[in-house]
């Protein structure tokens, strides 16, 4: 129930992960939060939501949203772009974010950029036909919020992509792992970060993390720090990169000018995130390696229960949440063994 005096807060796309997360953090280590759950008109909303106190519909009158809560939060693509493009500046606590930074959404200028201040780009095209070889990574070629991504081992491929409008290729860096860069910046100064390396992710190539780890390399800072600074960012958001064993070196992937799917990892190993954006004092020790569980359900139960082995030291997250979506995991599992095999066997 709102209590006088409590801050109304409105969280967009409110059942993406790292509006939870946010939620969560809100729920647990504050008490000046009211937390509401906006959802955008035609879609289902559920009767509840851990960590929100309540749920409404956010009509297209942005200007009186603004005037019924102290603070509204986009949290993924879809959300910022619309928000900041119609606002121009969003704050958050100490933190503003400029309709500058809008421009890494197109990603194709932003390589153009980065590559032009000498951090590492894969090679890029905009039609296969330019593709000298393969594997090639393929992803939108301005963000849209979700959306294909993923690896063509060859062109016959192409015809399992749905919607192929709008997508560019782009040279397969040839390792496991992804390492994001999480920061806040004012005029292209950056304020604090963390490093998150993602041992795991789903989907594999190009999906959120599901185990992660934390790293420290001043490589990763100063590539960062050249691109923020170029951008003249102000904000928050990841930069991404792969390591390229072929350069012997960082490459750059995208900027996610939003809050970031693994977000929670940031809030746990860096307590100025939660302290600039929402005045919360986080002082619980630091927790440097976790799974998100319930995106491990994804991949079945196999890989459910190798990767729990295998990082059996890391911290589990929503754990509870994982076991009711379990079952669903083991049928996709199932069915991505079954079209593995037949595709062998063409």
């Keep these: ?62 200007e009186q949203i603004s005037k019924n809560y102290d603070l509204v939060v986009p949290t993924g693509a879809k959300s910022t772009y619309r928000e900041v493009t119609q606002r121009g500046t969003i704050q958050i ?26 951090v590492p780009v894969p090679a890029t095209y905009s039609n296969l036909e330019e593709v000298p070889e393969y594997p090639v990574f393929y992803k939108q070629d301005f963000e849209r919020g979700g959306g294909a991504r993923g690896v063509l081992k060859d062109k016959t491929e192409l ?53 992660l780890t934390t790293v420290d390399d001043p490589k990763l800072i100063e590539y960062a720090e050249r691109i923020i600074r170029r951008l003249n960012f102000s904000g928050w958001g990841l930069v991404e990169f792969k390591y390229c064993p072929k350069r012997d070196d960082y490459v750059f992937m995208e900027v996610n000018a939003k809050f970031w799917a693994s977000i929670e990892l940031a809030f746990m190993n860096n307590s100025t995130f939660l302290k600039e954006l929402f005045d919360i004092d986080y002082t619980a020790p630091k927790i440097p390696s976790v799974i998100f569980m319930d995106r491990l359900t994804k991949y079945g139960v196999v890989e459910y229960v190798q990767t729990t082995l295998k990082y059996k030291d890391f911290y589990k997250l929503n754990s509870l949440k994982s076991i009711s979506r379990l079952p669903l995991g083991c049928l996709r599992g199932i069915k991505r063994d079954l079209t593995g095999l037949k595709e062998k066997m063409a």
Excluded at 189 to 210: A, N
Aim: aromatic share 12%.
């Design 159 to 211: 015809s399992k992509i749905s919607d192929k409008n709008g997508l560019i290729y782009q040279e397969f860096i040839n390792s496991p792992f992804t390492y994001g860069v999480a920061f806040l910046a004012h005029e292209g100064r950056m304020l604090t970060s963390f490093i998150q390396k993602e041992l795991l992710s789903y989907p594999r190539p190009g999906g959120s993390g599901v185990a």
């Design 1 to 62: 129930m709102e209590s006088l005096g409590m801050k109304k807060i409105l969280i967009l796309q409110p059942n993406n992960d790292q509006s939870v997360a946010i939620a969560k953090y809100l729920q647990k280590y504050s008490d000046q939060y009211y937390i509401v759950g906006g959802w955008d008109e035609d879609t289902p909303i559920p009767k509840r939501l851990p960590y929100y106190d309540e749920m409404i519909v956010v009509n297209s009158d942005r």
């Design 93 to 118: 606590g100490n933190i503003k974010y400029d309709k500058a930074n809008l421009i890494v959404f197109d990603k194709v200028k932003t390589l153009e950029i980065v590559s032009g201040i000498g």
